[in-house]
């Protein structure tokens, strides 16, 4: 219990350092802020709709992931669970929106925390896979902006491609995670062996595995929509190939999840990453605050709708 607290106090402590820093930057640099006051207003509107399609289509992904298990929910319920989980994990601690779909899985529907996470863990080998295959499309794409970041991040995403390639041909039985049951060999080899066993459930439902991909796919053109839309609103210059990557940074620091929102950890990556993607230092913290603004009071809105759809599901007074 005391690590855990330690741990929350270290995530507060960084979320708390990354907003110190902006604040400074922003002090010493407000001239480079004015492209916001340009900003067409109607594509701030769009840029949130496209924000709130995504997360609406996360409510498919749920009914996906615990079809394996024949737990079956409506689309409403699905669209209302991708909502709050959204705000949890953009509000809350990190994570917290993980954990309260599991729970409400847990408790409204029997589904048990462990099938729950290991078929997550499964998606995420796959989501994974697609990620750092378009990553290092876009990376060939991008040769022309060659160096030692770039470097790097092709060989991140070669990492990350391996990775997942791994744990998809590699099939560990739980019973090999024996042993020592605080020990942190025995730790490893059960996360090592509940993904292998997500993966395996979703594998063997070949159309399960089409529709995920297809998601993927989906949520992936969405977002790269909306940062498409958000360097066009700041009147800045890009390439498909570009967007892509930006795209898939943004995707796969969600694994580094350590604060809420994961703030401060995706502005890292992609700051990283800003050589590569054609961008300045000053472009990337504008596109960045234009995204986390209309996230933000998108999210206020969608939380209102969330209201709507839990009198529907539960009456005026859910248990």
């Given at each position: 219990?005391r690590?855990?607290?330690?741990?929350k106090?270290?995530r507060?402590?960084?979320?708390?350092?990354v907003?110190?820093?902006f604040c400074?930057?922003?002090?010493?640099?407000?001239?480079?802020?004015q492209?916001?006051?340009?900003i067409?207003?109607?594509?701030?509107?769009?840029?949130?709709?496209?924000?709130?399609?995504?997360?609406?289509?996360?409510?498919?992904?749920?009914?996906?992931i615990?079809?394996?298990f024949?737990?079956?929910?409506?689309?409403?319920?699905g669209v209302f669970?991708?909502?709050?989980?959204?705000?949890?994990?953009?509000?809350?601690?990190?994570?917290?929106g993980?954990?309260?779909?599991?729970?409400?899985l847990k408790r409204?529907?029997?589904l048990s925390y462990t099938?729950y996470s290991?078929?997550?863990?499964?998606y995420?080998?796959l989501?994974i896979?697609?990620y750092?295959i378009?990553?290092?499309?876009?990376?060939?794409?991008?040769?022309?902006?060659e160096g030692?970041?770039?470097?790097i991040?092709?060989l991140?995403?070669t990492?990350?491609?391996?990775?997942s390639?791994?744990?998809?041909?590699v099939?560990i039985p739980?019973n090999?995670?024996g042993?020592?049951?605080?020990?942190?060999?025995?730790?490893?080899?059960?996360?090592?062996?509940?993904?292998?066993?997500?993966?395996?459930?979703i594998?063997?439902?070949h159309?399960?595995?089409?529709?995920?991909?297809?998601l993927?796919?989906?949520?992936?053109?969405?977002?790269?929509i909306?940062?498409?839309?958000?360097v066009?609103?700041?009147?800045?210059?890009t390439?498909?190939?570009?967007i892509l990557?930006?795209?898939?940074?943004?995707f796969?620091?969600?694994?580094?999840n350590?604060?809420p929102?994961?703030?401060?950890?995706?502005?890292?990556?992609i700051?990283?990453s800003?050589?590569?993607?054609?961008f300045?230092?000053?472009?990337?913290?504008?596109?960045?605050?234009?995204?986390?603004?209309m996230?933000?009071?998108?999210?206020?809105?969608?939380?209102?709708?969330s209201e709507?759809?839990?009198?529907?599901?539960?009456?005026?007074?859910?248990?």
């Amino acid at each position: 219990m005391r690590f855990f607290s330690k741990n929350k106090y270290l995530r507060l402590g960084l979320s708390i350092l990354v907003l110190i820093l902006f604040c400074y930057y922003f002090i010493g640099n407000k001239d480079k802020f004015q492209p916001l006051l340009n900003i067409n207003p109607l594509l701030l509107v769009m840029i949130s709709l496209i924000y709130a399609l995504s997360v609406a289509s996360n409510g498919i992904f749920t009914k996906l992931i615990i079809k394996p298990f024949n737990v079956t929910i409506s689309l409403t319920e699905g669209v209302f669970l991708a909502i709050i989980s959204s705000v949890g994990n953009f509000f809350a601690p990190a994570g917290a929106g993980y954990g309260l779909r599991a729970v409400y899985l847990k408790r409204r529907h029997g589904l048990s925390y462990t099938n729950y996470s290991a078929t997550l863990a499964g998606y995420y080998i796959l989501s994974i896979m697609i990620y750092a295959i378009l990553g290092l499309v876009a990376v060939l794409l991008l040769r022309s902006n060659e160096g030692p970041n770039y470097i790097i991040i092709a060989l991140g995403l070669t990492g990350a491609l391996l990775f997942s390639l791994f744990f998809s041909l590699v099939r560990i039985p739980s019973n090999k995670a024996g042993g020592d049951k605080g020990g942190v060999a025995h730790k490893v080899l059960h996360f090592a062996a509940m993904i292998t066993k997500g993966w395996h459930e979703i594998y063997m439902d070949h159309n399960l595995l089409m529709q995920l991909v297809a998601l993927t796919l989906g949520s992936l053109a969405l977002n790269m929509i909306m940062i498409g839309a958000i360097v066009f609103a700041l009147h800045l210059s890009t390439s498909f190939a570009a967007i892509l990557l930006y795209s898939v940074l943004g995707f796969l620091s969600i694994f580094f999840n350590v604060t809420p929102g994961n703030i401060g950890i995706k502005e890292g990556v992609i700051l990283f990453s800003a050589s590569v993607l054609g961008f300045s230092l000053s472009q990337v913290i504008l596109i960045a605050v234009v995204e986390r603004g209309m996230v933000f009071l998108s999210l206020l809105y969608l939380w209102g709708i969330s209201e709507g759809i839990k009198r529907k599901l539960f009456g005026a007074q859910p248990s």
